[in-house]
């Protein structure tokens, strides 16, 4: 089989007629003003990242609370994927009965915010309504109990935590890829 | 599937970014450069492979971003337009004794580092330069003064 071949021709742009360079300065010019818009583009979400839009900061940060004051939670409501935290609730003396207080949470804490250990260790945990039905021991209310996340899903998450008899307390926490 | 969604993900980052940084790396591998290189590719490998340090994973991570390299090198090749996006194109620093400021500022390339190629070229001092051409992949060429 011969090998393909054409005559050379002189298809790259000649600079003063002397040297072939190709350069087509409105393209490059067009470029830097895109380059610009880009840098400033970075710089805007790297101040988001700094302020904690992504997650890890300062705007991620949140807090809630039931109106009966059953449960205080703090958490950060834009989590990063597969990236640990600590999800807290102050549990008071209120829901606290023969030194125990239970505590149901929501099947999503565990399927899509991927909860690793909850601490301190409960005495029991009974799966029902979609969820989880924790019992903790309380010598000395109130106590702060400590969920370590690692979502595994993607986007929106709804969870809820209710500690029975009390009102009910749904969270919003958005998972960034 | 994951790994092949983070390794796409990953490469087409990364090709912006550079592309970006007006400087390419690669062809002047000052200190800045390597710091370029060896940061953002360690950054970016633990998002491609994450927690899953299998000999699988890291197999598919590399054919991924082989094939990709290859299609954006294919693609380069066929259309014009597409190569200036992702390669750039050559632009001209010094024109027979005048630099071209304004593209010395944008393309942030100082007068030593055209005296750094000119001596490469066997050139002594400015006035043996005719052209000083920043390449594509970040080299600079030179033409030198006829005898």
Not at chain 1, 5 to 19: A, F, H, L, M
Not at chain 2, 41 to 51: A, K, M, R
Not at chain 2, 112 to 131: L, N, P
């Amino acid at each position: 089989m011969p090998l393909q071949t054409k005559p050379v021709e002189d298809t790259v742009p000649k600079i003063n007629n002397e040297v072939a360079v190709g350069e087509d300065l409105d393209f490059q010019r067009a470029w830097w003003r895109v380059e610009r818009g880009i840098w400033i583009f970075f710089l805007v979400l790297i101040i988001a990242d700094l302020l904690g839009a992504f997650g890890r900061g300062w705007l991620a940060k949140a807090h809630a609370t039931t109106q009966d004051k059953s449960l205080d939670v703090s958490y950060e409501r834009i989590q990063r994927y597969s990236t640990p935290s600590i999800l807290r609730i102050k549990i008071p003396g209120s829901i606290v009965h023969d030194s125990k207080a239970q505590l149901w949470v929501s099947e999503d804490l565990v399927k899509s915010l991927g909860n690793q250990r909850v601490v301190p260790h409960p005495d029991r945990s009974v799966l029902g309504r979609n969820g989880i039905l924790y019992t903790f021991p309380v010598s000395t209310p109130p106590m702060t109990l400590q969920f370590a996340l690692q979502p595994t899903s993607i986007g929106t998450n709804h969870i809820s935590f209710q500690s029975p008899g009390f009102e009910r307390l749904d969270l919003k926490i958005w998972v960034m890829p | 599937m994951t790994t092949v969604i983070h390794a796409v993900i990953g490469y087409f980052w990364l090709l912006f970014t550079v592309r970006f940084l007006t400087r390419r790396p690669g062809a002047q591998m000052t200190p800045f450069e390597f710091v370029l290189v060896f940061l953002m590719g360690g950054v970016i490998i633990l998002s491609i492979v994450g927690n899953d340090r299998s000999e699988t994973n890291s197999v598919i991570a590399v054919m991924t971003v082989g094939l990709l390299h290859r299609l954006v090198s294919a693609l380069a090749v066929r259309y014009r337009g597409f190569a200036a996006i992702v390669e750039g194109i050559p632009v001209v620093l010094l024109d027979r004794g005048e630099w071209r400021t304004d593209v010395m500022r944008k393309m942030k390339i100082q007068e030593t580092d055209v005296m750094a190629a000119g001596r490469v070229k066997g050139a002594k001092s400015f006035d043996e330069i005719r052209y000083a051409i920043l390449e594509r992949l970040g080299s600079i060429s030179i033409i030198k003064q006829k005898e």
